[in-house]
């Protein structure tokens, strides 16, 4: 915390690198040669493509800084949701946890944003509601408060970069907070799903990319109770656009016969 330069008080997605096509029995297959004739940015298209069937990711959403939030309304039914640290402020998520319908239980949003802009405007947004507290600041991964037990939910969407998140991450998992459930966007990155390791448990949403990764320690929650609530999405994948958060909130508050 010593290192924590707090600038005030008051949505973005990650790229992943694939390899290149390799050569077979130190020969170019045809394959490799129709390959190697393409232009670049369609070989690693297609790469990018092959890499994300063998790790079952989905096609990007068309709005990828939304796909977290079927997710976060989802939990709010699953566990009570009082106090949520944020790190990341955004439109589908701080206004989100503000929103009474989708949050009935919120007492309060504590926000880290590094982009000194967005977090004005979101904090506008939010049209003064006491429940947020907005944090300006230099370096989010360097300002994790050092006691975070004591909120139910924790949401790492910082930065647009990967190797920033992933320190986020680690700051988060070094403090081991119990009884608190961490939700990650962007999991699908794999640094950020090798920063969770450390953790007790991790369970991945892949309905939607970005996926969300959601770790724990102790029992704070199941890997059943998470898988039944993912297939409650899925059930709207094709149906609700990810950012339509009134038809979501309504979807998945109807309790499952």
């Given at each position: 915390?010593?290192?924590?330069?707090?600038?005030?008080?008051?949505?973005?997605?990650?790229?992943?690198?694939?390899?290149?096509?390799k050569?077979?029995?130190g020969r170019?297959?045809?394959?490799?040669?129709?390959?190697r004739?393409?232009?670049?940015?369609?070989?690693?298209?297609?790469?990018?493509?092959?890499?994300d069937?063998?790790r079952?990711?989905?096609?990007?959403?068309?709005?990828p800084y939304?796909?977290?939030?079927?997710v976060?309304?989802?939990?709010?039914?699953v566990?009570?949701?009082?106090?949520v640290?944020?790190?990341?402020?955004?439109?589908?998520?701080?206004?989100?946890?503000l929103?009474?319908?989708?949050?009935?239980?919120?007492?309060?949003?504590v926000?880290y944003?590094?982009d000194?802009?967005?977090?004005?405007?979101?904090?506008l947004?939010?049209?003064?509601?006491?429940r947020?507290?907005?944090?300006?600041?230099?370096?989010v991964?360097?300002?994790?408060?050092?006691?975070?037990?004591?909120?139910?939910?924790?949401?790492?969407?910082?930065?647009?970069?990967?190797?920033i998140?992933?320190?986020t991450?680690?700051?988060?998992?070094?403090?081991?907070?119990?009884?608190?459930?961490?939700?990650?966007?962007?999991?699908?990155?794999?640094?950020?799903?090798?920063?969770?390791?450390?953790?007790?448990?991790?369970?991945?949403?892949?309905?939607f990319?970005?996926?969300?990764g959601?770790?724990?320690?102790?029992?704070?929650?199941?890997?059943?109770?998470?898988?039944?609530?993912?297939?409650?999405?899925a059930?709207?994948?094709?149906?609700?656009?990810?950012?339509?958060?009134?038809?979501?909130?309504?979807?998945?508050?109807?309790?499952?016969?």
């Open positions: 915390m010593a290192k924590c330069q707090l600038l005030g008080e008051s949505s973005r997605s990650l790229a992943d690198h694939v390899t290149g096509p050569a077979i029995g170019l297959s045809v394959r490799s040669v129709i390959i004739l393409m232009p670049r940015t369609t070989t690693r298209k297609l790469a990018r493509q092959a890499v069937r063998a079952r990711v989905r096609r990007r959403d068309e709005t939304a796909t977290h939030a079927p976060l309304i989802a939990l709010a039914q566990m009570r949701v009082r106090r640290l944020e790190f990341g402020a955004g439109m589908y998520s701080t206004l989100l946890f929103n009474r319908v989708a949050f009935p239980e919120l007492m309060e949003i926000s944003e590094d000194a802009d967005w977090a004005k405007r979101v904090a947004d939010a049209a003064g509601d006491d947020l507290s907005m944090r300006t600041v230099a370096s991964p360097e300002c994790v408060p050092d006691t975070i037990d004591d909120f139910d939910l924790i949401l790492i969407d910082d930065s647009s970069s990967a190797t998140r992933t320190r991450v680690l700051s988060v998992a070094n403090r081991r907070p119990i009884n608190t459930l961490v939700a990650i966007h962007d999991y699908e990155l794999r640094e950020l799903a090798l920063a969770t390791r450390s953790f007790d448990h991790v369970y991945c949403f892949r309905t990319t970005p996926q969300v959601v770790a724990w320690f102790g029992d704070a929650m199941s890997k059943r109770l998470l898988s039944q609530t993912e297939s409650r999405i059930r709207h994948r094709t149906s609700l656009p990810v950012a339509d958060i009134a038809r979501w909130t309504t979807a998945l508050h109807r309790q499952p016969k």
